[in-house]
């Protein structure tokens, strides 16, 4: 227990550490060859006597599992151990099947990492303690039938590869964790070494919230927030538990160390266990399986498989395709994302790279957020050129900009081309002078109070007779020349 003296709230810093877990896209278990595709698998159908923690059975290394843990390591600049190895870490639970988890402890994959992040437009770097592997543990399935509460074991999950990725305790605030937790959630996926879920579990954090005096380095008892599953629980949760522990020091009271789970629907954290002394795992060496001695050669070819990462590509977005940093920070969001965009721009060099970023960003973007689909789908709906072809013929005035929408989203339902689209719907801008006079015409003799508005001075009448002239076109009016058609005509009255 730490007793402490009342200070004022205003008066503590805020430290943060995150421990985040990913399970790693392979095809089998981190020690056996089981299927890791356990999501929609019959429970325990993906066993065997490894997993199921039998005595006497003898685990093999995943190498594809450390290649990607090493990926990982680089990508978040760490030093790559000479020498690595798996320790047990020994603790009872109901879903831990051999009473101890094979994990990595005191020689980790990668060592000594760091990470940058950007809040308020500031840059901040997040030290990366280690990457270490390890395996997941089974599921437990609680049930509650006519008040006979019971729980059940699924295998399939144990033996899944992990890959802990723990930071410094760098961050002084919700929103800086946060930022750090997006910005690796995107390599990881850039990466492709894991799907990073949060709601399938694929991606899970827990995080270390401490507070001090300001200007001190007295932490005071650190508390362990768990069950956060998306990016806004963690900020919540911790935003909660910084003010939490603020107000309790304020009052006179003490804090705990202890652990704490997220209560969604409740907006708090809840006292789980009391953590009063560290846990004693028993760390030893897992003797059936032999260390890992990385060559320099097997290195540089796991560096060479790394991708082009989100900041890299994100610099360059700015500098070749010369887009605004808004446009280019949510284009490199996910490699899919920054893939399809850069196939978008390099199948027309007529259409410019931010005419194309605009349709990406704006039109595109409801689409997929209407619909529930992907990029990938998205591209596969619309591919490229079929794209570039339809912002070209918006560029070009052959049909206006909410006409384009129209088209692209029937191009996405269909398959067709834009061109085919427009040409069966009779989409066509009008720019044909004389139909446009006609139709001010219409508009100006069937509005008149508008135009006694215009009269009056008031600029707003000029729009709203637009808006009717291109209501009375179905929106193929170009909407330029009508403006000034509209403006000419009300100007000879």
Known sequence: METTNPIPALDYETVIGLEVHAQLRTRSKMYCSCSSDYANAPPNTHVCPVCLGMPGVLPNINRQAV????????????????????????????????G??????????????????????????????RVHQEEDVAKLLHRDEGGMAYSLVDVNRSGVPLMEIVSEPDMRSAEEARAYLVKLHSILRYLGVSTANMEEGSFRCDANISIRPRGTDKLLAKV????????????????????????????????????????????????????????????????????????????????????????????????????????????TENRETAEYYELLVSSDPEVSPKEISNWLVGAAAGILNTSGCDIIDFGRRVNPQNFTALVKLVSKAVINSGTGKVVLEEMFDSGKTAQTIINEKGLGQISDTSELETAAFEVIRDNPQAVADFKAGKAQAVKFMVGQLMRLSKGRANPNMASEIITRKLGEL
């Open 67 to 98: 290649e990607y843990a090493m990926m990982t390591a680089q990508a978040l600049n760490c030093s790559i151990s000479q020498y690595t190895k798996f320790d047990r870490k020994n603790y009872p639970y109901p879903d831990l099947m051999k």
């Open 100 to 129: 101890y988890q094979i994990s990595q402890y005191d020689q980790p994959v990668g060592l000594g990492g760091w990470l940058n992040i950007e809040v308020n437009q500031k840059i901040k770097r997040i030290g990366i303690t």
């Open 224 to 331: 362990e927030v768990k069950n956060m599953n998306s990016f806004r629980a963690v900020f919540r949760a911790l935003e909660y538990e910084g003010e939490r522990q603020r107000k309790v020091l304020s009052q006179g009271g003490r804090l705990a160390q202890e652990t704490r789970g997220w209560v969604e629907p409740e907006g708090k954290t809840v006292s789980q266990r009391s953590k009063e002394f560290a846990h004693d795992y028993r760390y030893f060496p897992e003797p059936d399986l032999p260390p890992i001695t990385p060559s320099s050669a097997w290195v540089e070819n796991v560096r060479a498989m790394l991708p082009e990462l989100p900041e890299a590509r994100f610099n360059r977005f700015v500098s070749q395709f010369g887009l605004p940093v808004y446009d280019a920070n949510l284009l």
